[in-house]
Nanobody, 121 residues
Framework: QVQLVESGGGLVQPGGSLRLSCAASGSIVSINAMGWYRQAPGKERELVAA???????NYADSVKGRFTISRDNAKNTVYLQMNSLKPEDTAVYYC???????????????WGQGTQVTVSS
């Protein structure tokens, strides 16, 4: 009923930039927070950045000052602008949305399929 479709991953050199996008579609009544998580090989999934509907944001310390999250609520889309990328940013990046589906009244977390970001020279 709900799909989160991500795009924008790829290979980039250290110091480069990438922009990730994630569009939510389906029988959505409302979306609370949208954000990005990442998981590197052998590590647990971690929060990168999240944004509530009213605009408050939360960033991992490791990306503050380099990554910027934004949302287009009219399009149910969240973006992650990643600048000054480092090799340690290499991971699969997952989009997350906490939302209410038509016919239910309880918000649930939905996830995208993940997009690979590789930072390497």
């Amino acid at each position: 009923q709900v799909q989160l479709v991500e795009s924008g991953g790829g290979l980039v050199q250290p110091g480069g930039s990438l922009r990730l996008s994630c569009a939510a579609s389906g029988s959505i009544v409302s979306i609370n927070a949208m954000g990005w998580y990442r998981q590197a090989p052998g590590k647990e999934r971690e929060l990168v950045a999240a944004m509530a509907t009213r605009g408050s944001t939360n960033y991992a310390d490791s990306v503050k000052g380099r990554f910027t999250i934004s949302r287009d609520n009219a399009k149910n889309t969240v973006y992650l602008q990643m600048n000054s990328l480092k090799p340690e940013d290499t991971a699969v990046y997952y989009c997350n949305a906490n939302l209410v589906v038509l016919g239910t009244w309880v918000p649930y977390d939905y996830w995208g399929q993940g997009t690979q970001v590789t930072v390497s020279s």
